[in-house]
């Protein structure tokens, strides 16, 4: 299927549903279009599974260089990661940290929608886990509510508002950080233990 395709065909665009059904059946994803139900949304869960399997694509072939340690290799891997950036065209700093604000909000999602081991209750939509795990979701919503800052004060596009949204953001991204540093003594003293455990 891919060598039918035109160079360029994809760019700037959304790929079809069929197309997407397509593309992952052969990572073994079988799914099928469900036409009674949202197609755009069906399509954004296609898409984010199709960069999943790509995803693991990129762990497997990264896991096989020898020695991750390794400076060097860590280079590798440090700039075969950046080819991201040519994937999606990134043109500016601007489209850079759009990106990374996109990553970073996807994993807060995820992190709060996954439950964990440990003491801590699922409470509403933040699932279960332990006192490490609160303190990485924090750190989490941080890190997306900083980059979203960080690329509306560089988007030269942005739209009237966007600035103070992103403002507002920033000091719920401070106070997200703040309470995450509260764990810090608990965790350092967690993290001497484990480092004496091998």
């Known amino acids: 299927m891919a060598g039918s395709k035109r160079p360029g065909e994809y760019l700037g665009k959304v790929i079809g549903l069929e197309e997407l059904v397509e593309m992952l059946a052969p990572f073994g994803m079988i799914v099928k279009v469900d036409r009674h139900e949202e197609l755009d949304y069906q399509a954004m869960q296609m898409a984010h599974a199709l960069v999943g399997c790509v995803q693991e694509d990129a762990y497997r072939i990264s896991a096989c260089a020898n020695g991750e340690d390794d400076m060097e290799t860590w280079k590798h891997i440090t700039q075969a990661s950046l080819m991201a950036f040519a994937g999606t065209n990134c043109r500016s700093a601007a489209d850079e940290l759009a990106l990374i604000s996109w990553q970073a909000t996807r994993l807060v ?45 560089a988007d030269p596009d942005r739209q009237d508002g966007d600035l103070a949204v992103a403002g507002q953001g920033l000091v719920k991204a ?10 810090a003594g608990l965790h350092t003293a967690a993290g001497e233990l484990m480092a004496m455990g091998d």
């Open 109 to 153: 999602g995820v992190l709060g929608a996954l439950d964990f081991p440990g003491p801590i209750p699922r409470e509403g939509n933040v699932g279960s886990g332990d006192t490490l795990m609160r303190t990485i979701r924090l750190t989490a919503a941080a890190l997306s509510g900083m980059l979203k800052a960080a690329h509306a004060a």
């Open 174 to 183: 401070m106070a997200a950080l703040e309470a995450a540093s509260g764990d």
